[in-house]
């Protein structure tokens, strides 16, 4: 599954994932590939990715790496998947 971050300053990542866990407005859910197509709005939280990611040196201090992946601390931000890609507007 592709995912893409974006912020208004910069794109923060893309490329392929396993999957996607985001902090949606009426809770935390995960999206793998095949998902069905979903549109919503985040809240404060983290967006977790997992998988083999590299990220780009120059936004590579906004991220937390876990044992699972990485997560990004967003505010606020909007979700949509379709066709096995997710594309998050976060700020």
């Known amino acids: 599954m592709y995912l893409e971050i ?12 396993i999957s996607v ?7 935390e ?4 590939k095949d998902h069905a197509p979903i549109v919503s709005l985040l809240k404060e939280g983290n967006v977790k990715i997992s998988g083999n990611i590299t990220l ?7 991220f937390t790496k876990s044992d699972k ?3 990004l601390p967003i505010t606020s931000g909007t979700l949509e998947m ?9 700020d």
């Not at 866990?21 to 809770?27: L, T």
């Not at 859910?29 to 793998?32: A, G, V």
């Open 56 to 62: 780009d040196e120059e936004v590579e201090s906004k």
């Open 82 to 90: 379709k066709d096995n890609k997710v594309i998050v507007l976060a």
């Open 29 to 32: 859910f995960e999206m793998l």
């Open 21 to 27: 866990a985001v902090p949606g407005v009426n809770g």
């Open 69 to 71: 992946g990485f997560w």
């Open 6 to 17: 974006v912020s208004p300053e910069a794109t923060l990542f893309k490329g392929e994932v």
